[in-house]
């Protein structure tokens, strides 16, 4: 059974680098079939794409944070990463990882909410 | 990039009525296009896939249409485990996009 799991802090500062990891079991990130993204949620609101990055260190971006997030990957540790920098109270949401294929995002890690307060 | 527009953004409804839930792309996607499921403190669940295909153990009261532009899902008889707020998700290119979303609610 595939599982990720996002950890890291729950609270950010204004200006800080928000950071998480996902854990992935069940199944290698080393995959040539899959993708993994980071997807956040606001509080009662609906869903917005982060980012993507497949092992071999192919990754993009939406556009509209691209210039503050960094995705990375740890194949061995089966791990990947969000760096979000320069936060603001508007990024305060919930962050959940997913593995993405050809037919869209099958598993999902449970979210996790980071807020951003001083 | 390619956007969603999904509507209605919530709807009220009783168990027993047909629900249908409409996605619109600004591009064609082909039939790449999936739906999902959320309650509230859970991750979204993956009820369709590929416009139209069911996900395995997901009931056979959803169901989905459209290809190109213009995508629907279908509850055909809503059942109390189905209110519940459902999104759409194109995956024909990066950046992936969700639709805003529609909150199904108890009438």
């Known amino acids: 059974q595939v599982q990720l799991q996002e950890s890291g802090p729950g609270l950010v500062k204004p200006s800080q680098t928000l950071s998480l990891t996902c854990t992935v079991s069940?199944?290698?990130?080393?995959?040539?079939?899959?993708?993994w993204s980071w997807i956040r949620q606001y509080p009662g609101k609906g869903l917005e794409w982060i980012g993507a990055i497949h092992y071999n260190g192919w990754t993009y971006y939406n556009p509209s944070l691209k210039s503050r997030v960094t995705i990375s990957v740890d194949t061995s540790k089966n791990q990947f990463s969000l760096n979000v920098n320069s936060v603001t109270a508007a990024d305060t949401a919930v962050y959940s990882c997913?593995?993405?294929?050809?037919?869209?995002?099958?598993?999902w890690g449970q979210g996790m909410l980071v807020t951003v307060s001083s | 990039d390619i956007q969603m527009t999904q509507s209605p953004s919530s709807l009220s409804a009783s168990v027993g009525d047909r629900v249908t839930i409409t996605c619109r792309a600004t591009?064609?996607?082909?039939?790449?296009l999936g739906w999902y499921q959320q309650k509230p403190g859970k991750a979204p669940k993956r009820l369709i896939y590929?416009?139209?295909s069911l996900q395995n153990g997901v009931p056979s009261r959803f169901s989905g249409s459209g290809s190109g532009t213009e995508f629907t899902l279908t509850i055909s008889s809503l059942q109390p485990e189905d209110f519940a707020s459902y999104y759409c998700?194109?995956?024909?290119?990066?950046?992936?996009?969700f639709g805003q979303g529609t909150k199904v609610e108890i009438k």
């Open positions: 069940g199944a290698s990130i080393s995959s040539d079939d899959y993708h």
């Open positions: 590929a416009a139209s």
């Open positions: 591009q064609g996607i082909r039939n790449d």
């Open positions: 998700l194109q995956y024909n290119s990066f950046p992936r996009t």
């Open positions: 997913a593995r993405g294929g050809e037919r869209g995002y099958s598993y």
